[in-house]
DNA sequence: GGCGTACTTCGACAAACTTCTAAGCAGGAG
DNA sequence: CTCCTGCTTAGAAGTTTGTCGAAGTACGCC
């Protein structure tokens, strides 16, 4: 038929072959991703309320020191993630969605248009 | 307006606080893309020709030996990212859809109710 | 100034990861 | 059967990563 062909995954990443620089930029910014307690620190600030959260909010759900968590919110950080900024006594850090958004775009850019340009997102409040 | 509000970054990852388990989960599928060379390897498989390809195609590619290639690849498919099958002298690796479609819905959920279940989606043919 | 709290940097160490060489297994060709 | 090719497994070396304790910096308060 004439109709378009339906392909199984579509994500960017089984359309054409990754070139191997931008390999590595993706597999660096994955890298950041690729831990629990980074994951999860990630989920922390991204879902906190005011779009930030302060240091002091994250470490007390984990069993890990807090030269540990500041570790971890490093890598996020150098890795363009997350972005800190001290107010008074606290630290607070927030996400870089376009950072994020990268990670999006190469497995599922549903959206075509937005896919190489902006991703701009409206989602309905539960 | 009665409009929906519009977030800056709507990743689930940034909606509600990822549990342990889950995040654990996601970190390992994380890890195994979380490479240039594996991530190079995924995109190729899945963007060649008929969906799987050998390994002989993949490793010229890369300045690598193929026992290193071989342990890529068996890192992508513990993970259950690809699907390997032997005919007669090659072997030919596939992806699986179902898996890449995770790290595609913890970053941008585009299609809402696609997300919980299955996603399929359709591609126009350049 | 001196002290206490919040967070980061430093130095160290065990565990995990990437890569290699060498050896093994499976199929096809002569 | 014997060899050759395609791929995987096994073992080892070098590097990176996750975690900690100790020390350092920044800020607010007395």
Redesign the pocket.
């Known amino acids: 038929m004439a109709a378009p062909a339906t392909i199984q995954c579509c994500a960017p990443i089984a359309r054409e072959p990754l070139a191997e620089a931008e390999a590595a930029e993706l597999a660096a910014l994955l ?1 950041a991703v ?5 994951l999860r620190l990630l989920s922390m600030i991204g879902s906190h309320a005011g779009g930030e959260a ?4 994250l ?1 007390d759900s984990f ?13 996020l ?1 150098t890795a363009g993630l997350i972005d ?1 900024e ?8 927030r996400i870089v969605p376009e950072t994020v958004n990268k990670l999006g775009a190469l497995f599922a850019p549903l959206a075509e248009p937005a896919a190489t340009g902006r991703v701009e997102l409206e989602l309905l409040p539960v």
Chains 1, 2 share one sequence.
């Not at 302060?54 to 909010?57: Q, T």
């Not at 069993?63 to 919110?73: E, G, N």
């Open positions: 890298k690729a831990d629990p307690v980074r302060c240091v002091c909010d470490t069993d890990l020191t807090a030269p540990t968590i500041s570790h971890h919110l490093k890598v950080r800190g001290r107010r008074g006594t606290w630290v607070y850090y």
